[in-house]
């Protein structure tokens, strides 16, 4: 225990010394080998025993992790690193490479200055390091490059030193065509594509625990011919203690990746819409442990003894036991009942966490993982964007009624620790449902609820998640109120894509300052007059309030809000989600008395005039499609894409890589479910896969009316269509 101790002392003292702090993240395509890197970086840091390092796995603590041999859950540690004569304290967080759970990867880089990109060798960049690469670039992330696996391209593949450098500048060429690609139109950041001779790329193997970069060359007086003989003579135990990895990645993070005090005046801006001339603003910048306390929960976790985690940076300010914090979104104050850091996997309490590190802190009941924490009241960060939303939902029911409360405490305790799935809980039925990325997300959860809360449950089927979506300007339609003493006037058109991309991205919504929202919509392609008469958005939907002085009607508004709110969350085809569509309110007549104008009249009136105008624009079913790309050999490749056009999908593009073909294309979710079984045995197992959401496409006509029919009987609707639908 002697030496754990020394190891807490030491990060005690670093952490209130922001210029040799470094917050990172390791992130990689699936299987690249983030995990067993990250145990070898413990290991050197003398966090975990040497010998045992890659086989460990010490980030994966869930059971689940250990048998699937993936991570799911993004992993904190930190550790010390001796650099140039300077202790360092480098907080790690190892990300889940796999694409249901990218949102656990860009709540991570929201906490770190520097994403190590971990690219196998063999592979190189695939659709998911080009994922985690733009999910760091956005947050203000700087990047290095670590290629793994290289022993690989020695023992199996058998390449000489020539064709194995020009395998590596070519994975280096293509990652850094990707950086440039992000990077040319952000203003703040100049040139971040790697160079091996700047040592921001380094090389290596995580499995053998050996690694080089150019500054350790120069250091060791090894270069590739030295470790090409060592590893064919398989002394990879030399070699390990010739070169360890951990010397090698640390000392890059070390100097390559920015301390606190030189990013936050970079990625404040970037992070945070409030006033940038505030006395808040100016602590962020200065990275001020004197100043008022900004925290930025990233994670909550669950600890059987301490309760909930909540786990984020401290952007400013100092955390203590006993304050008492504003949650973001939340009435009232929170008190804080403990401080820690994390030290290999493990939380250590410590009396205070200042500004530039990353703290776990119990007793943040209201706090989700995206919520800003802190001692005044202050504009929020900018809500964490997930570049997927849910497209999968399966019901969840307790097997035995007497679990139904514990099973409705776990699925929001879920929604909670995971913002990318939604739960909606249905108290009549007993059926809950719960919508994620993917089928994977979903077992993965099932599993866990199971597991660790022993709650038996039936799950059913997969269903895929529909959007609606109006496809034509709809005319003016009327809606009455059920006493005929209220009428609105609405009309909608369909939104233009660049539009609804500015407002998923959260670069126009309400909770910005209306002046900032205008630009923001008028540069997606918005018309002037339109950007300034918006009254609400809700989801991709906007309305625009385009009367002239009607009595009433601002005392109404909210109620109309309302009305429309109910009416888009269950659109008129199949009570589905509407997205994309432009809104305008031209004209109300309202009763003058307020007992007639209630929500019972209003809300109903304004729903009838969503819906009509709606079925007015022609409004058609969206189906959520997916990105895939399967590698295979040559022999097996018309069986794969045999596998994508049988699913309704289309086959993009067909190209060699290295001695695998790959097939690109797209297909509907809904078709998706259950290919992992049929590829394999349509390729003999030979396949390798990846499939990423790609947003929502109409739906082919010939399609939509047994669709929808079939949705609505799942939710025990009517299921013929009013007449006005016949547009099919």
């Known amino acids: ?433 719960i919508s994620g990325q993917g089928e994977l997300h979903l077992e993965v959860i099932g599993q866990r609820i199971e597991r660790n809360q022993g709650i038996p449950i039936n799950t059913g089927e997969p269903i895929v998640v529909y959007r609606e979506a109006p496809q034509q300007e709809s005319r003016e339609v009327e809606g009455i109120s059920p006493n005929r003493h209220n009428r609105f006037y609405i009309s909608i058109e369909p939104l233009s894509e660049d539009i609804v991309e500015t407002i998923k991205m959260g670069e126009a919504s309400m909770d910005m300052p209306e002046l900032e929202r205008r630009e923001a919509l008028q540069e997606a392609g918005m018309d002037k007059d339109d950007s300034q008469n918006i009254e609400h958005i809700h989801g991709t939907n906007i309305l625009l309030d385009e009367t002239k002085g009607i009595q009433h009607l601002n005392e109404t508004m909210e109620l109309v809000i309302e009305g429309l709110e109910e009416a888009l969350d269950e659109g008129p085809l199949a009570a589905e989600p509407v997205q994309g569509s432009l809104l305008r309110l031209h004209d109300a007549r309202l009763h003058e008395d307020a007992i007639h104008r209630g929500p019972a009249q209003v809300i109903p009136a304004v729903r009838e005039a969503v819906h009509n105008a709606l079925v007015d624009a022609s409004i058609k079913l969206l189906e959520p499609i997916q990105q895939v790309r399967i590698d295979v050999p040559n022999d097996h490749m018309g069986a794969a894409s045999g596998e994508i056009q049988g699913r309704r999908g289309r086959v993009d593009d067909m190209y060699q890589e290295g001695d695998l073909m790959v097939v690109e294309g797209v297909a509907p979710v809904d078709e998706m479910i259950g290919f992992s079984s049929d590829i394999r045995s349509a390729t003999e197992g030979r396949a390798s896969w990846n499939t990423e959401n790609a947003g929502f496409q109409v739906m082919a006509d010939n399609l939509q009316p047994e669709k929808i029919t079939e949705i609505r009987e799942r939710k025990g609707m009517k299921t013929e269509l009013p007449e006005a639908i016949n547009y099919f």
Request: charged share 30%; glycine share 8%; net charge negative.
């Open 1 to 433: 225990m002697g030496r754990r101790k020394k190891i807490v002392q030491e990060c005690e003292t670093l952490m209130d010394d922001p210029e040799h702090i470094r917050n990172i993240a390791i992130a990689a395509h699936v299987d690249h080998g983030k995990t067993t890197l990250t145990d070898n970086l413990l290991a050197g840091a003398g966090m975990i025993s040497d010998d045992t390092a890659g086989q460990q796995l010490a980030m994966d603590t869930e059971e689940d992790e250990q048998e699937r041999g993936i991570t799911i859950d993004a992993a904190n540690v930190s550790m010390t690193h001796e650099y140039e004569d300077q202790n360092h304290l480098i907080n790690l967080i190892d990300t889940p490479g796999h694409v249901d759970f990218g949102g656990d990867v860009t709540r991570a880089m929201r906490a770190v200055d520097g994403a190590l990109v971990v690219v196998d060798a063999v592979e190189g960049a695939m659709p998911q390091t080009e994922t985690v690469l733009r999910q760091a670039l956005r947050e203000g992330v700087k990047p290095t490059l670590f290629i793994n696996k290289v022993d690989r391209l020695i023992s199996e593949l058998q390449e000489g030193p020539e064709e194995m450098q020009k395998r590596l500048l070519n994975v280096i060429d293509d990652v850094n065509d990707l950086i440039r690609g992000m990077t040319e139109e952000m203003d703040d950041i100049d040139d971040w594509t790697v160079s091996v001779e700047e040592g921001t790329v380094g090389f290596g193997s995580a499995l053998y625990k050996w690694g080089v970069s150019m500054p350790s060359m120069q250091r060791t007086g090894m270069d590739f011919g030295d470790i090409m003989e060592l590893e064919r003579a398989d002394k990879r135990q030399e070699l390990h203690d010739r070169t360890p990895l951990s010397n090698v990645v640390l000392d890059m993070v070390c100097e390559h990746f920015p301390n606190p005090v030189d990013a936050q005046p970079r990625r404040i801006p970037r992070i945070w819409r409030g006033d940038a001339e505030s006395e808040l603003a100016e602590g962020m910048r200065l990275v001020d442990e004197d100043g008022e306390v900004v925290l930025m929960v990233t994670d909550i976790g669950v600890d059987p003894h301490a309760g909930e985690i909540a786990a984020g940076r401290v952007f400013s300010g100092t955390l203590e036991k006993g304050q008492e914090l504003y949650v973001s979104g939340t009435a009232g104050k929170n008190r804080i009942q403990s401080v820690g850091i994390y030290m290999g996997g493990e939380r250590e309490e410590v009396e205070h966490v200042p500004a530039g590190n990353i703290a776990a802190v119990t007793g943040l009941k209201d706090a989700i993982a995206g919520s800003t924490v802190s001692s005044v009241e202050m504009t929020p960060f900018e809500s964490i964007e997930h570049i997927s939303e849910p497209v999968i939902t399966k019901s969840v029911e307790a097997q035995n009624m007497d679990d139904l409360p514990k099973l409705i405490e776990t699925l929001q305790q879920v929604a909670k620790e995971d913002p990318t799935i939604q739960i909606e809980i249905n108290e009549d039925t007993g059926e809950h449902l």
